[in-house]
Each structure stands twice: as structure tokens, then as C-alpha cells.
């Protein structure tokens, strides 16, 4: 995960405060432009996890 382009796709929808879309929360998705790469790098790979649990396509390519 080498960018930190914000993850949104204009998706938007909440199941448990996360979002189907790009699997942040909504506490991430308002601190996104303050976080340094770092911090955004670590904040894709948490939102990831949380879509595959949530088995939700949102921005992750499917096969």
C-alpha cells in the first residue's frame, strides 16, 4: 500500500460506523487530511481487514 490518495468512492453507506465504501471509520474519515503518511498507510491496511470481514467489495478489485 504505497499510496495515500483518500481511499473514498463516493460510497458512503455505515454498517457500524464503518464505511462500506472504503472501510474507514467515520473518526478516520474525518482526521484523514491530518494524518501523515505514515499514519494513512496504517489506516488502509486496518480498513481493508475490515472489509474482507465484513465481505464487503467497497474499493478493494475482485477476481
Known amino acids: 500500500m504505497s499510496s495515500t ?3 473514498c468512492i463516493g460510497v458512503c453507506k455505515f454498517t457500524d460506523d464503518i464505511c462500506l465504501g472504503c472501510g474507514r471509520t467515520k473518526r478516520e ?4 487530511k491530518k494524518l501523515d503518511k505514515d ?3 496504517a489506516v488502509l491496511a486496518e480498513s481493508a481487514l475490515r472489509l474482507l470481514a ?3 467489495t467497497g474499493r478493494r478489485k475482485t477476481k
Open 5 to 7: 490518495k483518500d481511499p
Open 29 to 32: 474519515i474525518k482526521a484523514w
Open 39 to 41: 499514519e494513512k498507510r
Open 54 to 56: 465484513l465481505e464487503a
